[in-house]
């Protein structure tokens, strides 16, 4: 080859080289982290009508998954059926999705509030859904409250983040939580709710059986008020020492099998016949396959949120048997919404919605509404509109509850009977034979709507001993 040819063939490869690492720094630093806009279900629509909601969470993972797909098809349905009308001309949902590394264990607040800002200044978003990891949502809310964008919170609990709204409404009045419908600022629905599933319990399996309560929780911050109020409650309500002094557990949700197993034993030990649990991550199903390995005679419920998805039965190779769990919704008709979305979900997602995933749904769906009946994309008029939706006012039609309120001055969910109506609950289901059947639990007055069917009977392993309806 001459040396001509040779210096330009050099040349071609110095030049492929460095537009081939600008491709892979670009594709490594932009791409991954710039996720565009997407109107499922439309086109056509000009960029200057579109509401743009930014679905906020990990992708890959659970929760951050189940927040995009609740919205996805929120905005699918919504988009198919014409968009939405503001001041006479057609208008799309949009969504665009940023990835804020809240569920891995070794999660990054400052990659949290990365994606806040792009989702922000970047992607230009006027509403944002999602939030689930409570110390990572506290850092990566700021972007948003300081750019008076309204974040719906459809994953997180704790009671900050409504307290925030009322301690300093001028910043945080633009956080509403949607879901989980069992927020730590109205804790007395889930304390409520455990108190009457183990009033069923005692009430099925008679007090000989059933009467002491363990409770296994993730040792983070959501789980603080479970670990301390409910034990509290259970004490005050069935006496002292109900709850065992060495009956509350926190552990590291990095947890491996052998610790588990021990943490299940020293309950067992010490005497429990139910366990309340706690677990948002991986844990759950180390806890589930020690539990039914070593067949330990206590009952498993709560919330175990792994338990709520689809593939649990196999996950667990069938260990999940008998474990008991508590959710939004199941495939019953708690709304006239609830089957359609629940449909929706398995049928595009090949997944069942868990609490993520119909908060998300309909978060979306109020969005869309709240823009068409006040003609206005503005914060400060979709606020307005929110604030009306009281005890006194519901709004009507969600698919993962139905009615809906808020508390006026924390914009949290309204949760439980209020004054004679029944708000925001949760429902009970227990895994059988590789179905997630729905069951009852004692409430006064009673928990589940009478157009909440169908209905299971609750059944529990042979080796417990039990006897029923003593």
């Known amino acids: 080859m001459e040396s001509g040819t040779k210096r330009i063939v050099a040349i071609v490869l110095i030049v492929v080289i460095i537009v081939g690492v600008g491709l892979g720094v670009w594709f490594i630093l932009i791409q991954p982290t710039s996720h565009g806009w997407t109107t499922p279900g439309i086109s056509g629509i000009p960029e200057e009508r579109w509401i743009k909601i930014g679905m906020m969470g990990d992708r890959g993972e659970l929760e951050g998954d189940q927040n995009w797909m609740g919205g996805y098809l929120s905005a699918r349905k919504i988009n198919e059926a014409g968009g939405v009308t503001i001041n006479g001309s057609q208008w799309a949902i949009a969504l665009s999705w940023e990835d804020t590394d809240e569920s891995a264990s070794d999660f990054s607040t400052s990659r949290a509030v990365a994606a806040a800002e792009r989702m922000v200044y970047k992607q230009e978003c006027d509403f944002a859904v999602g939030g689930f990891r409570t110390e990572s949502l506290l850092a990566y ?183 008991i769990g508590s959710t939004t919704a199941t495939r019953c008709n708690k709304t006239p919404k609830t089957i359609e979305a629940y449909d929706d979900f ?64 924390t914009h949290d969910l309204v949760a439980g009977y209020q004054g004679g109506t029944l708000f925001a609950y949760g429902i009970w289901f227990q895994w059988q034979n590789g179905t997630k059947t729905l069951i009852p639990s004692f409430t006064s007055p009673p928990q589940y709507p009478s157009t909440l069917s169908p209905m299971g009977t609750l059944k529990i392993p042979d080796y417990f001993g039990w006897d029923y309806g003593a």
């Not at 005890?391 to 509850?401: E, L, M, S, T, Y």
């Open 141 to 323: 809310r700021e972007p948003f409250m300081t750019n008076k964008i309204p974040f719906l919170i459809t994953g997180a609990m704790t009671d900050i983040f409504c307290t925030d709204v009322e301690d300093n409404y001028n910043t945080y009045k633009y956080t509403f939580r949607i879901s989980p419908y069992n927020s730590s600022h109205s804790s007395s629905a889930f304390v409520t709710a455990v108190l009457y599933m183990y009033g069923y319990l005692r009430a099925v399996y008679g007090s000989d059986d059933v009467n002491h309560m363990g409770i296994l929780a993730e040792n983070l911050a959501w789980t603080e008020g479970i670990r301390t109020v409910v034990a509290a409650y259970i004490d005050g309500t069935y006496g002292a020492g109900t709850v065992p002094s060495d009956g509350v557990i926190a552990f590291d949700p990095e947890v491996t099998p052998t610790i588990m197993n021990s943490n299940l034993e020293q309950l067992e030990d010490g005497g429990c016949d139910v366990v309340l649990i706690a677990i948002s991550l991986g844990a759950g199903l180390t806890m589930t396959q020690q539990w039914a390995q070593h067949q330990r005679k206590f009952l498993l419920f709560g919330s175990n949120v792994q338990a709520q998805t689809a593939g649990y039965w196999d996950k667990t190779n069938g260990a999940c048997n008998y474990e």
């Open 346 to 409: 398995i049928d595009t997602f090949d997944e069942h919605p868990i609490y993520i995933g119909f908060g998300a749904y309909d978060a979306v769906s109020l969005i869309a509404e709240i823009c068409e009946e006040t003609n206005s994309i503005s914060a400060n008029d979709f606020i307005a509109k929110m604030e009306t939706f009281t005890i006194d006012n519901p709004r009507h039609g969600g698919a993962g509850g139905d009615p809906t309120a808020w508390w006026p001055t």
